[in-house]
Every structure is written in structure tokens, then in C-alpha cells.
């Protein structure tokens, strides 16, 4: 019999500093980009309503989200200093910015008392309440990367751009500020995927008015907006958990299984192309692969069919003229070069 030996349990900090791969995929490139969105996502998932960052010296994000702090039993600040199980609904987006930076003040204020947290290599320097200044909610986080862990700590700015741009369709009514070397850019999307899909329609020719719907049954909420264009090729853009799914699955199986129903009942010949955005929300999804590309659940093909079906159902109700002009649609001959 060999004698026991104890392995000291790693707290959250340590955990993520000894193997941050695990936590953003790498520290290159995308791990370095997945840390700056983890200070996006936690105020997003704390009901932010504007969101600003600044560029500059230090990376420095704001916002009014509703960020719930408090000390454990172990005296560290949740969810700055630990964190609970994690899984694909729950990562620990305010732990990862905590202990991947070389400095990290956070000021939390609950319209009554005002929370500040300074750390540096995810080292606890400082921590103080007060009373709050103002009565509202209000979150900022001011952080470097810690170069002793990331081998690029610095991208293009059109990166930033385009993720405020992108994100703020997938988080309607949300402002996205960024501020950098005295110029500001703001973003926000009135409708949502609506105006991520008529973004993504200019290069094609849409015949016809774009079907939109929006279906819930149970925890599975399915929102699309699609048409048919002037070839036959068919282009989805698909995100689960206002997560982009690059390769699709199991949910735009669905979906084209519905659309093809309706295209059947339209014309059997000469058929049209489809051009789509699709977003699930679904806190059972299931990825095939390593990298998270492909939702892989089963139950997805015949639960988003159905959904899919039912909005159809109740857009031709609603457009009825549009259904029989749909009948008339064909795909062209030659290229729309006129």
C-alpha cells in the first residue's frame, strides 16, 4: 500500500494562470482576443444596456451592467477571485480577465455601495467598499494583459470594430462605444438579426419580400429571417447562444427541412436559392469537434423544423398576396450584369 499523497486544490486565479488554454483556447492570437471579449460578455450577461471601451495604455470597458460581486466563504470577491462550475452557458469571463492581466482594477457600484478591486498578476493589491457616488448601477474594468502569458498582446483595431459591429446585432437596443486616440465609434442595432440579414443580402438579388419569424417551445427559442435570391446556391448564417456556429448542424438541418417544404408547395421546378441568418437559443446545444463549429444535437432537426414551420405558417397568413406572388419567383438565366 503506498501512502496517500494530498494535492493542493488550485484556486480560480491559479487555475486559469497555469492553464489559460483551457479557459480562452491559447495564448496567441485568439486566446488574447477571447480575453478582451471576456470583459464584453460579462456585461452583456449582467443585462448591459451601453457598453464603452477605451483604448489607449491600458484597455478600460464600462457599462450599466447589474454585476452581482460578493465574498465567498474564502474571502474572495466573486466573480473577480473564483468562480462556479463551469460549462458552455457558464464561463468565467470576470475570473479570466482577473487573473490574465498583469493589472486589473474593477469599481462595481450598486447605486449604494461602491466596490473597487486592484490586482496584479491576479494577486489581490487591494480592496475597498464605499458608499456609491451615484444612485445606478455601473461596472468598470481597466486591465493590461500580462505579457509573461500572452505572446501577442496587441490587433488590429478593425477587430474591435467588428466585433461591436457584429455583436450589437445579436444584442439589439445595446450601444457599443469605442473610444480610441481621441475619435469615437458608436454601434447599435434597432432590429437584430433583421439588420444582420439585410447587411448580409446586398451582394445578392432578393425576389421578394424577407420571411421573418420568431418561435419558442419549451427552452428552444428560434429566430430567422430569410429569402430566396436570383441563383440556387444556399448561404446560412447560423449562431447558437448568440454564438456564431461557422459550420452549421443539427439546426440549420431543421430549418432548410421546413424551407424546403414551402419551396415544394411554391414551385417544383427551376428552384431558387436560399439565403438565411438563423439564431437558436437552447441551453442544452451540443458542438461536434474540438472547436466548438458544429451543433451536433439531434433533437435540433425535428424541434426547429417544427418551429420553423409554424412561423412560416403564420408569415403566409399574415402576407398572403406574397405567397402567391412566391409562386411566380424563378432562378435567372444569366448573371444580373445590366
Known sequence: MTDRVDIPRLDAIDSIRRRPAMYIGGTDFFGFIHYVVSAFDTMLEHGATWIEIEVGEHLSIASDARLPIRLNDEGKLEPFESFGPVNDRHIPDATIIAALSEDFRAVVSDGTTETELVCEHGIRIRMEQRPANVAEHRVQLTFTPDIGIFAVTDVSSEILRSYCRRTSCLWPRVWFRIRQGGQAVEYRSQNGIPDFFDSIALPYQILHKPIRLRELSDSLTVEAVFAFHSWSENRIWSFANRGRVPD?????????????????????????????????????????????????????????????????EKWATQNVEEIEYLKTIERFTFGEAW
Do not use: D, F, W
Request: aromatic share 4%; charged share 15%; proline share 5%.
Open 248 to 312: 452549421g448542424g443539427t439546426h440549420e438541418a431543421g430549418m432548410m427541412s421546413a424551407i424546403a417544404r414551402l419551396q415544394n408547395n411554391l414551385r417544383g421546378h427551376n428552384p431558387v436559392g436560399v439565403l438565411a441568418v438563423l439564431a437558436i437559443e437552447y441551453p442544452q446545444v451540443t458542438y461536434e469537434g474540438c472547436i466548438k463549429s458544429r451543433i451536433g444535437n439531434p433533437e435540433l432537426i425535428g424541434r426547429v423544423e417544427a418551429l420553423v414551420r409554424t412561423g412560416i
